[in-house]
């Protein structure tokens, strides 16, 4: 029996392949996000170029803070740690596999009001096959996403389809090739909400989003999740405990699900490997439009 969903939410995930879950979060805790977030912007003024935690857009300045992506959130700041095993995220994500399920990792893409970065289509499953494809990722709105503040944009029943090819000049590029492929991408729907929603896109739905058009901020903290006997293709884990230390609920197990899956590995890895943003940009053929900033290196 669901605890979470309705039945019918979790019929339209298995159909569509994503889903938006109004309220998961309570004011106070995207409240408390959003804080910390400021934070982190506001430290990123020392920076002039990407390190460990911090992706920048192109045109970020120290006197112009603009922060693409904090890296790994959950381990660099407790508050978002924490939001790993929120009980509503783990209810709902137990409702849609079952009792055992692992964290794998996060990120937080901010879209910032009037030019927060495109990502260009693609499968989460493209970069982590497993053994299985009972994964999703899961994305806390800290900001209301609307049409015009760039929201996910999914491809419905894309996950029940092949495994795009996701590779430019022989090396895995982490973007499908809109010219090369044969999708409809009229066909693409917004994952939109109020903040405290959540979106939840399964690994292989094929998604995207646009430029930040907007005046508005659009934050989306992505935490990436698995049915516990899942087991990563790429990068099998080596150290036991760490794997078994990441699970939200139930139990581990040593005895993967072999799933009758599609599979194209993402080798040899990309140039730039951990930033979607750095590979995405050297692409041929874009989707999406880019931000044009040259007013705005011309004032500088
Ligand atoms: O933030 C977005 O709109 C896209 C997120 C995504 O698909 C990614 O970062 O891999």
Known sequence: MPTYLTQSQIDEYNAVGGLVVPNVLSPAEVAALRDVTDEFVERSRALTTH???????????????????????????????????????????????????????????????????????????????????????????????????GPLLIIPGSHKGPIHDHH???????????????????????????????????????????????NKDRRLLLFQFRAADAWPLMTPPNDIAAYDALMVAGTSSLEPRLADVPVRLPLPP???????????????????????????????
Not at 276 to 290: S, T
């Open 51 to 149: 390190d460990e935690v911090y992706d920048l857009e192109d045109s970020h300045t120290p006197a112009q803070p603009r922060v693409r992506r904090i890296k790994h959130p959950h381990l660099n700041h407790p508050t978002y740690g924490a939001l790993v095993r929120h009980p509503g995220i783990v209810a709902i994500l137990r409702d849609l596999w079952g009792p055992n399920v692992r964290f794998d990792t996060g990120k937080l893409n901010l879209k910032s009001a009037g030019f927060g970065a495109a990502v260009e289509w693609h499968q989460d499953w493209a970069f982590y096959p497993h053994t299985n494809d009972d994964l999703a990722a899961v994305g806390v709105m800290m900001d209301d996403m609307e049409l015009a503040n």
């Open 168 to 214: 430019a000049n022989g090396r895995f590029c982490g973007a499908m090739n809109p010219a090369a492929c044969d999708v409809d991408f009229s066909k693409a729907v917004p994952l939109t909400g109020a903040a405290g929603s959540i979106t939840i896109h399964h690994a292989r739905t094929i998604h995207g989003s646009a430029l930040n058009t907007s």
């Open 270 to 300: 990309a140039d730039k490997a951990g930033s979607i943003y750095e590979n995405q940009k050297g692409l041929a053929h874009r989707y999406f439009a880019v931000a044009d900033t040259s007013a705005l290196h011309a004032a500088q």
